[in-house]
Each structure stands twice: as C-alpha cells, then as structure tokens.
C-alpha cells in the first residue's frame, strides 16, 4: 500500500440509515489501493449499514462517495462491479450449483450477455478458488459446504469478478479459529499482493489491530476515530468503544485480559521478567484481586497486570530496586490476603524479591511458591514456610482451597 496513491474511495459528510432512522452522520474518510481496513464497533453500532451504503445496497441519507474519483451514484452496475465485490452475511442457498459453477456466476461483469464462460473466465474462476485456497472444493455441491468452507467460496465469488475492493460483513463470523486465521491471512494478502482494498466489518479487537492498515472505530451514530491502529487502538479508546468494565484490551500484547470478580480475597504476587503473567491471569480467573511489585515498565509482567487492573508497583525500565520501591511494594503487601512467589531467581543482584519473600513470612501471609526450594537468605522457621507447588496445576488446587478456606497447610510439599 502506498499512501501516494490516489484513493480508490473518498467519503465525505456521510450519513447512512433507513428510513426515519439515520444510524451514521457526518463521516468522511478516504481508502487508498491496497488497504486493510477494518469497521470496528459494538452490536446495532451500524457497520453493516455503512457497508450497505458504500456498496449501493442503500441509497446514503446525506453526503457523498466517489470510487475512483467518479461519484458513487453515476456508476454503471458494470462499471460498479468490475470495481467492487461485496460479500454480505444474508444466508444463499443456490440450489444445485457446484462450487465452480456458484463461483462462475461472479464473472458476470465480464461475460456475454448470456453469461458464456470463456477460457480466461475459467482460469479467473480457479484461481479465485485458489486463492481462497478452496480449489478442492470445485466439485462439491455449494449448498453442502460448512460455514467457513462457504465462507471461502463467497470470497472467492467476489474475487472472481476482479474487483478492486472487496467489501465484508464479518468475514469471520461462525468460523473456527483454523478457518478465521486462515481468512484473515487471506484477505491481508490479498490487500498485499494485487493491491485490492479490503473493507471488513469485524468483531476481533486484536485480529483488526494486527492485519488492518486503518480501522474505523463506529459508536454513537458516528465515527469515534479513524486511523492506524497503532495510534488509534488503546486500552482506554477499546473500553470507551465496547463500554468494557470487565475486560482491558492491551495493544502490547495484543489482546483482552478478564479483569477478576476480585472476590475471593486480595493476592500479592512476587514477580518480575514475565514469571508473574501466568500467576495473575489465574488469580484472574479464580477470582482474586491483585496487587504485585516490584517490576520494571518495560517488562511482561508490568503490561499484564495494568491490563488486569492491578495494583502495581513499578520503577523505571532497567532502573535499579531501591529500598522506597520495596517498602511501596510491602505496604501494597499488607492489605493482602495471600502471596504467591512466581519463582523469579532472587539472588544478590535483586535483594527486593527475596525482601519482599521474607515480608510475607514476617507478616504470617500465607506464601504459595513456584520455586524449586527456598531462595538463599530467606529466613524460614517452622511456623511460617512458603507452601511449594510444583506447577499450574497445583497452584490452582491450592487457591481453590484457599477460597473455600482461606487457609491451606503450609508446609507440603506438593512435587
Ligand atoms: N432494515 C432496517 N430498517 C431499520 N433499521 C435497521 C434496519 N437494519 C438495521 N437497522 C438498525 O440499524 C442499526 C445499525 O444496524 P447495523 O446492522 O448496521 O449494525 P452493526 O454495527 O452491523 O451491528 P452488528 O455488529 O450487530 O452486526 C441498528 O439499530 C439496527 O437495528
């Protein structure tokens, strides 16, 4: 894609709707050859109707499109076809057609009056089909295919008309994960390879923020924002734009974290260099709150537990531990229910996780550990020993049991 080309799509003072009801208002934005661009937005946001509209299904309630520079509204139906394909969600059922046959019928921009396939129509058609890598399928009855086989051979329908922008309702709806990274990868390449723009309406937050080049985030009648998506998706434009309370989006590392219900008590975890994520994602599920410290900015840990909501101490990337950090970290500590020691190495070099181990046992806080023995210079007596769980597995057996109880034996050995 290159931004000096001329747009393929400009827009401008659109709104779209039905009648005595207009969804959209007042949106401008412009397409250029070879663009992903992916509609983003929560249920009845009215994606499809602006879909609807730039493909000429509805007529816009204001404002105007111009596809190659020419408006909308003065294409031809040829000339509108040769230059877009749209594939909608509406259910067809063509009885009868073989796949081939079904996938022909989208060279009728460029056949005979009666719909004669040529030799180049039937080299269009299979290199649709296998660019949708669905060749295999040629023989097969259509109304017998599964959803994301179908789904395939839609796209390829629309490709067989050589298009130059390809229009989709949720492309990626009732698929399983194989068949929608599949489409997706398809769609990017198709935007990559032959320069089709690619306008797609879809669900997946962070599908679209990895393959999009532009994403168009639709709430409240109108466009919230419109750009790339390393500048326009972030955790707080995602929560406005789905009103998430349970759930952040996290741009970093690309994707949803599930806040915890945060009912089953508070856990502090002693983490650093990534070996807290897992611990806080299951503390998430079993429905603890958080707190965890002491990490660096730029580390795993640091990004998941803010996506998590939580409460974090944190000190400059690659800045040394101090002592006011770690006394930050104990006071977080001390409205703890319980500590979980991820298993981070401690050692001479950072002193505040062994510190911050002995805090919990000086507390009488119950303390699960991940770690194979008991790190050098921690100071344990009978009555107060980190409880050892050999894995995952064990961890989650004993903060079931410490939901139920909140207590847990402290001294077994669970390897
Ligand atoms: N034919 C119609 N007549 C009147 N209103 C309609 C019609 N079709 C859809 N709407 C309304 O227009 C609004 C936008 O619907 P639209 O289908 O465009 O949203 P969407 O963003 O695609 O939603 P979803 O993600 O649920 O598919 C909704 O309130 C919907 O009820």
Redesign the pocket.
Known sequence: MSTNQSPILEVTGLS??????T??RDLSFTCRPGEFIS?L????????????TLSRHLSPVAGEIRVQGRPLSQLSAMDLARTMAVVL?DKIAPPMFSVFEFVALGRYPHTDYLGRLGSQDQVAVSSSLAAVHALELAERAFVDLSDGERQKVLMARALAQAPRMLLL??PTMHLDLKHRVEVMAILRDLCRSQGITVIA?L?DVDVAAKVSDQVAL?RDGGLMAWGAPEAVLSGDSVTTLYEFDKARFNRDLGGIELKSAGDHGRAFVVGGMGSGALVYRILAKKGFALATGVVHGNDLDWYVARSLGADCVAVEPMATINGAATQQALELMDGCDLVIDSGFPVGPANQANVDLLQGALDRGLPLLSLRQGVPPGLRVNGESAPRHCADATALIACLETFACCRSFSPHTEEA
Request: aromatic share 4%; proline share 4%.
């Open positions: 779209v709707g039905y009648k005595n009801r969804v959209l509609l937005g929560p249920n009845g946001a009215g994606k499809t109707t602006l879909l609807r969600t309702d949720e309406s669900h639709i």
